[in-house]
């Protein structure tokens, strides 16, 4: 088969790497790719929001599926668009894709169908929402309904500070039209957790748990980014919570989607927080996590594409998938000022000794191919992945090999599944 995949990040290159390794694939596309998935297959460098020019490139190449990376292209329909060309594609249609692209379209499936998850009210008007939160005891969840390219998450620490969040959705419009309606929500406290389920829109295969580092610097400090490393299994999460999360969270969901007549065919990410009452919902995303997919397809001893391929074929069963028990790691390796300003062109080095272990993966996420030799193109640069029989031997084979990359003035945390440890 010719498989293409939609996306340029770690997540990307991590989807591709494991399908490059199915008996099934025998090519594979990349839009708009990177520096490192180029040693995968060709790269085509256009716009993953361009659903037409992508859809060329589907039925000009003989593309036999499409896998999209990213949410925003699923949010605005391209599964839609390539099944109206009878074109084969990975992830959930435009409707059910507003588990990611509407925070009150998710709320309102979970509060409807009685699964887990914290208190919301909506708002559209500045007055009122401010009123609200006039009344509450912080820390107080802003949340922009929309998408916001992961910044539309506020914890405010103060009444003042949930106002000034208020103020910059509904008057400033930080976020445009994704801004226009917020969520006022109960803050969750507790670990983090991530789990990934694959569905047919009926059928769940559920893939192992994982973690995810979110904030900059170690010690879960300074500003949050698009993850900064991750691992898996979750050594805090044990073997009953997870069966009622599999059952009584991501089952239940796609269950209520279908009987609301949304069914959900794709990967459902759900972000779940493990409260002293029980795991409850914080957020639900349609596509495969980043940095997650980096630490959990490494765990996949079978071929992810016949799985890929029962969430479209309606086929889907929980033995889709086997797994080892080995432990891993991925350390996000970040240019330096990320998530701020950060510089780019910096070249790149020692990336072939780092990955010379068989049990160390390097995906790259901004990187890219200048006349041949790898040069920084974004703020998260790297992903060091490495497998081990323990936590602590992934986790050490991950840092030795970091020690052999080296750009000017890489940043990475130095603390990777600490909460594990
Ligand atoms: N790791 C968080 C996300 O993928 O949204």
Redo the contacts with the bound molecule.
Sequence with gaps: MKVMVIGGGGREHALGWKLSTSGMVNDLLFVPGNGGMEELGECIKTDILDFDAIADIAVQRDVDLTVVGPEEPLVRGIVDHFREKSLKIFGPAAGAAQLEGSKYFAKSLLERHGIPTGEARLFESFDEARTCVESLTPPIVVKADGLAA?KGVIIAESVNEAVVALSQCLVDKVFGKSGERVLIEEYLDGPEV?ILTLSDGNGTAHMVASQ?H?KAYDGDTGPNT??MG?YSPVPLLDGHTESYIHKKVMDATIAGMLKDGIPYQGVL?G?LILTSEGPKVLEY?VRF????TQAVLPRLQSDLLPAVLATIDGTMADSAMQWSDDYCVCVVIASGGYPGKYAKGVPVTGLKAAASDSHVEVFHAGTKNEDGRIVTSGGRVLNVVARGDSFEEARGLAYQSIKMIDFENMHYRTDIGHRAM
């Design positions: 992961g991530s995810d979110k698009g993850g991750a990410y972000g995303n996590g980043d940095p997650e």
